[in-house]
């Protein structure tokens, strides 16, 4: 049959069970949008910006594990989407971003909104195209969603000269297979992972983000349970294991917890699971578990020995790799290490202060309020940080958040995908006054798609974080980062259509927040707090992981 290239494009997206679009259009998409009109089984939830579209494709591809897919017309429309693929780039979320361009016949000649977003998004991109001719169309679609879901799943962008959407070709419709293409295990590494289990006295796991993407959480307990280990994550990796399970012990480096700092760091034997070990990881990657050989398993062998020097390695999916081993190991025992990690953990809780309204007893009350029940979204700072230590994440795809990237602005379009795609799940969005000052706009998005997302802002009037590294590291020299400027989020959130609150109390925080589990619509809760309140513990840039103080270190070595 014979399609124009937007009928095209749009039959391949429901071949590939597309059912929500985030993006906004323009002259160079109109084509493809007059086309969307004709197919209300697609939503299409018009953001406030495209970026607020591309980090709502993010949030809707890793909350659900579907490909996340958003609209950007070109010229600008295009390069606002940049952020939001470099995001999902770093951090490995399968999303298409589909951009039209100007006709074939004008790229190259500095027409009006033309730009060579290929060129731009090829470095952010798993892989991108170009599509001159409509009858390559339906192909590269195609081959763009395959792309962007199977192996390390990644952002891909394709783009569409606007008179490739408006010519003709013969289109076949084909049923697409979603079974997830396994690349086969090399037993050899299996059996040296095995080998390297069994002699190991002090095992311990440390788990990424690519056991969230690989849902590999069950084979993950099991595991723990055989190889008898206590488990760290990442940021990325929150909910692959149980954050209530007796075996977890927090986060691992700058601003993970004590126990998991000196548990690595005395451990014989670290296998790490889906994880790159980023610099916030390692600390300084020369003393990093320098009692520990370093058993890697992930998808991407560009990972292995890429920051750290590993003694074995299992490649492919990190589910496949568990199911495997586990049939192949034995239980093992190590009942005086567990001792010791208990001890330690024991010894370094996790501390709430006592006194005022802080991002610690905030993000412990919502997890009392919630039981544990919701999709946490977070921006980047200080209250990201918060938000993992003190919400236990019992699920994959319960935490979306910049780890990468670290993308101030993505929480609250993330939260609109998030929510968009789990309407009967609560969704919250943890931002600092810093981050929700640059995409607050979206709260109009969320208001007009009456979306009832809770946004909390943890305000301490200055850019948190940055404080906190001028305060310990820059001799308190506060450049650029307070402010105390007199804006009103609660009379701006109302003026966009949402409720919100101002809370400076525990009480208060707790009745808003029962109070916006409740509400029908965006909620909005504007948290009051002191501008030198700290993320603890800490670790500083480039000092040894097991180098890590708390408050009470910090004032003991500067009293």
Not at 73 to 82: E, F, H, Y
Not at 485 to 511: M, Q
Request: aromatic residues 8%.
């Amino acid at each position: 049959m014979q399609l124009n290239g937007s009928q095209i494009l749009i039959e391949c997206l429901k071949e590939q069970g597309v059912d929500t679009v985030f993006g906004y259009p323009g002259g160079a998409i109109l084509n493809v949008y007059d086309e969307l009109y004709n197919h209300p089984e697609i939503k299409h939830v018009l953001t406030s910006h495209e970026q607020g579209a591309s980090h709502a494709a993010d949030g809707y591809a890793r909350s659900t594990g579907k490909v996340g897919v958003c609209f950007a017309t070109s010229g600008p429309g295009a390069t606002n989407l940049v952020t939001g693929i470099a995001t999902a780039y770093m951090d490995s979320v399968p999303m298409v971003a589909v951009t039209c361009n100007v006709g074939v016949s004008l790229l190259g000649k500095d027409s009006f909104q033309e730009i060579d977003i290929t060129g731009i998004t090829m470095p952010i991109t798993k892989h991108n195209f170009i599509v001159k001719d409509v009858n390559k169309l339906a192909e590269t679609v195609r081959r763009a969603f395959s792309i962007a879901r199977n192996g390390r799943p990644g952002p891909v962008l394709i783009d569409i000269p606007k008179d490739v959407t408006a010519n003709k070709a013969d289109y076949v419709k084909q049923e697409i297979d979603f079974t997830k293409k396994l690349e086969e295990i090399d037993m050899d590494s299996i059996e040296r992972a095995v080998k390297l289990i069994k002699a190991s006295k002090k095992p311990y796991i440390f788990v990424g983000g690519g056991a969230v993407i690989s849902e590999a959480n069950e084979e993950l307990k099991k595991f723990a349970d055989l190889v008898d280990a206590p488990v760290c994550d990442t940021l990325m990796g929150k909910g692959a294991f149980d954050g209530t399970n007796p075996r977890y012990t927090g986060m691992l480096g700058m601003h993970g917890t004590k126990t998991s700092n000196l548990g690595v760091s005395q451990c014989d034997l670290l296998i790490a699971i889906g994880t790159r070990f980023s610099d916030r990881v390692l600390g300084n990657a020369k003393t990093f578990a320098k009692h520990a050989k370093i058993l890697q398993f992930d998808i991407d062998p560009a990972e292995i020995n890429k920051n750290v020097a590993t003694v074995s390695d299992v490649i492919g999916d990190v589910t496949q790799i568990l199911q495997i081993i586990n049939e192949k190991l034995e239980q093992q025992k190590h009942e005086e290490w567990m001792k010791l990690v208990s001890e330690k953990k024991a010894q370094f809780p996790l501390a709430i202060p006592e006194a005022g309204l802080t991002g610690p007893y905030i993000i412990n009350q919502i997890y009392e309020q919630t039981k544990g029940d919701a999709i946490m979204v977070t921006e980047v700072g200080q209250h990201q940080m918060w938000a993992a230590q003190y919400y236990s994440y019992k699920n994959p795809r319960t935490l979306l958040t910049s780890g990468g990237l670290g993308t101030m602005g993505y929480g609250l379009g993330a939260a609109i995908g998030a929510q968009t795609a789990n309407p009967d799940k609560t969704v919250i969005n943890i931002a600092g006054d810093g981050c929700f000052r640059m995409n607050m706009n979206e709260l109009a998005t969320a208001s007009r798609e009456n979306l009832p997302l809770i946004e909390v802002i943890i305000n301490n009037h200055v850019l948190g974080m940055v404080r906190q590294w001028q305060t310990l590291f820059y001799n308190k020299h506060y450049s650029a980062t307070i402010l105390d400027d007199g804006a009103d989020y609660v009379k701006l959130a109302e003026a966009l259509g949402c409720d919100a609150r101002r809370v400076t109390t525990k009480e208060e925080f707790e009745s808003a927040f029962a109070e916006a589990l409740q509400s029908k619509k965006p909620f909005v809760i504007d948290c009051i707090i002191d501008a030198d309140d700290k993320v603890w513990p800490m670790v500083a840039p480039g000092k040894p992981i097991n180098e890590a103080f708390d408050e009470a270190d910090y004032k003991a070595k500067n009293s």
